[in-house]
């Protein structure tokens, strides 16, 4: 009798473990503020941005926040049935910004790579960059990045350039120093007093800055990689992946991507 009695009080503590294990990944899941139906729910969504990264994504005259990253997003979130929150932070921090529930998305040209789809979601690419060297208007030293071998290179701190430099390039061409930066109009003014012998961008990200501040540099030789950008979600957050693929799929197929991209970088989107 006491071991049949045992036996059930066993059963019924294993069985209240699974009910509360249970009903806990549902609270979990269900108080998670980033998935699409919270997003829907309080009807709007937290974009995550650099702020400083123009044409992307930049503050405009007005105060405002503006660029083709900004473009995309505000038609994502349109779509979606929400307005668009932006959120400034420095490149470095965007990650782990998103990964803490900081931002719902991250529009603001996050390189599609393997590093990064283990630790994020991304929907399908949104845009091909490519990136090139980029050098004072008087250098003649640096031609490609087979003259990085013992120069200081400047790039941007926490971006995909910075992990091709470090991870792939250097041990092709030998060692260089790497100095890092926030964002490209700082990394710019040093390569334009010299302070550094080169960088790596692209040109649409680099032309409005150059015309604004007037630096006198200028890109060489042949595109070193293309790289794709595109939303970046939380890990496991498929949902919310989905609904933003079919909004982009949407948005190509009724011109309306193809007007954001000619507004901002004057030529049309080349053919996927």
Do not use: H
Not at 79 to 106: H, T, W
Not at 180 to 200: M, P, S
Not at 205 to 218: D, M, Y
């Amino acid at each position: 009798m006491m071991m049949k009695k045992s036996k059930f009080l066993l059963s019924l503590v294993a069985a209240v473990v699974l009910l509360l294990a249970a009903c806990g990944n549902n609270t979990s899941k269900k108080n998670d503020k980033n998935t699409l139906q919270a997003i829907q729910d309080k009807g709007e969504i937290t974009v995550g941005i650099m702020g400083t990264y123009a044409p992307y994504n930049f503050m405009n005259k007005e105060k405002a926040y503006d660029g083709f990253d900004v473009d995309i997003a505000k038609e994502l979130a349109k779509r979606l049935g929400v307005e668009a929150n932006f959120v400034a932070q420095e490149f470095s921090g965007l990650i782990p910004g998103l990964q803490k529930g900081k931002f719902d998305m991250l529009v603001s040209q996050v390189t599609i790579t393997e590093d990064r789809q283990k630790q994020l979601d991304f929907t399908q690419p949104y845009i091909t960059n490519d990136v090139k060297v980029i050098v004072k208007e008087d250098n003649t030293t640096v031609r490609s990045v087979e003259d990085f071998k013992g120069k200081k290179i400047a790039v941007g701190l926490g971006t995909n350039d910075e992990a091709f430099l470090r991870n792939d390039l250097m041990s092709k061409v030998g060692d260089f120093q790497i100095n890092t930066y926030d964002d490209v109009i700082t990394t710019l003014k040093d390569l334009d007093a010299g302070r550094v012998d080169a960088t790596i961008n692209n040109a649409y990200a680099l032309k409005p800055i150059v015309e604004e501040n007037g630096f006198k540099v200028k890109a060489v030789g042949a595109p070193i990689k293309s790289d794709q950008a595109a939303v970046a979600v939380k890990k496991g957050n498929t949902d919310l992946v989905a609904a933003l693929n079919k909004a982009l799929d949407e948005m190509k197929q009724d011109g309306t991507y193809k007007e954001i991209f000619v507004k901002w970088f004057d030529e049309e989107p080349k053919a996927e």
